[in-house]
């Protein structure tokens, strides 16, 4: 087997998906109506690489996706001509911006949800212009290199991180990380944003006469948590009404309902977006 061979059986071991063990309470059906674009989808991915991110960051959410839309919400044309060669889709295909080690930064559709554990976070307050400033940065900086062009990177999720303490893991990872390790557990995502000078997790210090100024952090790195953590990104929450996918043990509700009244209204209003949009 020579080296080439060696990288990508190394490449596909470090992302064969495993079973899961605990049940999904994401509802692929009702959440994929909800999204909007430049939301960022965070996912609790069970691979052997997802988990050494996990164990980095002190997170469940290993992955960060946004969201772009269709392509009709793409305004530049020559983009949206790029984002049609890069993969092959119809007009109403939702499509999501990924970044990993195998394929680098990337087109994917919102199928990849399905079965997978997920949080939708929103940003707060973008006008239709910074919107269309993030997608168009995302876009552009797809990658058409092959996965072995990410070597280096993979070589350094091969280190036993959960042997090192909490601390010394995220300051060896800030140390040893390039680029493209960066831009995959969260980066590309979050430099979309900064492009715009849409703060993250911003550090805010007080200045003199009791006014504050934000500052970036250096160097720069995103994790999927930090779109989680952020004040400044929106949970986008909707009821799970459904089935279990995994077998759990469930006790009936004899309580008081409380938030459970409004349940049955947010479904009907999830069944109407799902009759429009068919």
């Given at each position: 087997?020579?080296?080439?061979?060696?990288r990508s059986h190394i490449i596909r071991w470090l992302y064969t998906p495993k079973a899961s063990i605990t049940a999904s309470w994401c509802d692929f059906n009702q959440a994929r109506h909800l999204l909007e674009p430049t939301d960022v989808v965070l996912i609790d991915?069970?691979?052997?690489?997802?988990?050494?991110i996990k164990a980095?960051?002190?997170?469940?959410w290993s992955q960060a996706y946004l969201y772009i839309g269709r392509l009709h919400d793409i305004r530049n044309s020559s983009l949206r001509a790029a984002v049609n060669e890069h993969l092959n889709c119809q007009s109403d295909t939702q499509l999501m911006l990924k970044v990993?080690?195998?394929?680098?930064?990337?087109?994917?559709?919102?199928?990849?949800?399905r079965q997978q554990t997920f949080r939708i976070?929103?940003?707060?307050?973008?006008?239709?212009?910074?919107?269309?400033?993030?997608?168009n940065y995302a876009?552009?900086?797809?990658?058409?290199?092959?996965?072995?062009?990410?070597w280096p990177a993979v070589r350094l999720m091969l280190v036993p991180w959960r042997l090192l303490s909490a601390k010394?893991?995220?300051?060896m990872f800030r140390y040893l990380s390039g680029r493209r390790l960066r831009r995959a557990v969260?980066?590309?995502?979050?430099?979309?944003?900064?492009?715009?000078?849409?703060?993250?997790?911003?550090?805010?210090?007080?200045?003199?006469?009791?006014t504050s100024k934000l500052y970036r952090q250096y160097p720069f790195i995103f994790f999927a948590a930090d779109f989680d953590l952020s004040p400044y990104f929106d949970v986008v929450k909707y009821p799970f009404i459904g089935d279990v996918q995994k077998r759990v043990r469930l006790q009936a509700w004899d309580g008081h309902l409380g938030s459970l009244e409004g349940q049955e209204l947010v479904h009907e209003k999830v069944d109407s977006k799902v009759t429009a949009f068919k």
């Open positions: 087997m020579d080296s080439q061979d060696t991915a069970n691979t052997l690489a997802d988990r050494k980095i960051s002190g997170s469940r990993d080690l195998v394929k680098g930064i990337h087109i994917t559709t919102i199928s990849e949800l976070c929103r940003p707060r307050g973008l006008s239709e212009e910074d919107k269309q400033s993030v997608i876009i552009s900086r797809m990658s058409p290199q092959a996965k072995h062009a990410w010394w893991r995220l300051r969260g980066g590309t995502v979050g430099d979309a944003f900064s492009f715009i000078q849409f703060p993250i997790l911003p550090l805010v210090k007080g200045e003199e006469e009791s």
